[in-house]
Nanobody, 121 residues
Framework: QVQLVESGGGLVQAGGSLRLSCAAS????????MGWYRQAPGKQRELVAT???????NYADSVKGRFTISRDNAKNTVYLKMNSLKPEDTAVYYC???????????????WGQGTQVTVSS
């Protein structure tokens, strides 16, 4: 069984910073892309940023220049450093990883439980 556990959310004032972490654990053979998504109240879940196993990154236009995604392959962990936070960044942030479990013939996507980020104005 594979689990993703997020941490690092919280309440911050506009202009502040937070760093989210997401650690994958369990019977893992390899991890392909990892990423962060977010869902604000009344809105659909949207992509924030992704990173491949080789380190290539992709960002939503709304966070480019403010957020940085990174990963530590040795720790099966992905990070999201969020700077210059805005009230519109308020959402539940979810970690996603495409994992190839040990003993499985194929990989599949896994989600974390989500962590709340609230930015006050």
């Amino acid at each position: 069984q594979v689990q993703l556990v997020e941490s690092g959310g919280g309440l911050v004032q506009a202009g502040g910073s937070l760093r989210l972490s997401c650690a994958a654990s369990g019977s893992i053979f390899s991890i392909n892309a990892m990423g962060w998504y977010r869902q604000a109240p009344g809105k659909q879940r949207e992509l924030v940023a992704t990173i491949t196993s080789g380190g290539s990154t992709n960002y939503a236009d709304s966070v480019k220049g403010r957020f940085t995604i990174s990963r530590d392959n040795a720790k099966n962990t992905v990070y999201l450093k969020m700077n210059s936070l805005k009230p519109e960044d308020t959402a539940v942030y979810y970690c996603n990883a495409n994992v190839h479990p040990s003993g499985s013939l194929w990989s599949r996507g896994y989600w974390g439980q989500g962590t709340q980020v609230t930015v006050s104005s």
